[in-house]
Nanobody, 132 residues
Framework: QVQLAESGGGLVQTGGSLRLSCAAS????????VGWFRQAPGKEREFVAA????????????SVKGRFTIDRDNAKNTVYLQTNSQINSLRVDDTAVYYC?????????????????????WGQGTQVTVSS
């Protein structure tokens, strides 16, 4: 099994910066991909970004492309989701509970990175609230 713990959420203003962390433990050597998803109030959970654990290939939802960056530190077994410091990245509609998820099963087809059912382990989530 893999255990995931998110941190770094909180209240931020529009245009501010954000750095979320997802610390993994357990069978981390078996991880194929780690993704970030989010769920806004009254909405379904949606894909945000993902990164392949070994190759570091990244995937982004169109809504965050260019604004967010996903990265990982294999030595720390941690995946980060952060805003682009060069632009005013955060918007009010980024408000959501952010979850990280780990996939142990290899999946390389189109859309694999963004489908929830391709991820076997999930964290508890961290709340991000963006105020104007």
């Amino acid at each position: 099994q893999v255990q995931l713990a998110e941190s770094g959420g909180g209240l931020v203003q529009t245009g501010g910066s954000l750095r979320l962390s997802c610390a993994a433990s357990g069978r981390t050597s078996d991880m194929w991909r780690v993704g970030w998803f989010r769920q806004a109030p009254g909405k379904e959970r949606e894909f945000v970004a993902a990164i392949n654990w070994d190759s570091a290939q990244t995937y982004y939802a169109e809504s965050v492309k260019g604004r967010f960056t996903i990265d990982r530190d294999n030595a720390k077994n941690t995946v980060y989701l952060q805003t682009n410091s060069q632009i005013n990245s955060l918007r009010v509609d980024d408000t959501a509970v952010y979850y990280c998820a780990a996939a142990l099963k290899r999946c390389t087809g189109k859309g694999c990175s963004s489908r929830e059912n391709n991820y076997q382990y999930w964290g508890q989530g961290t709340q991000v609230t963006v105020s104007s």
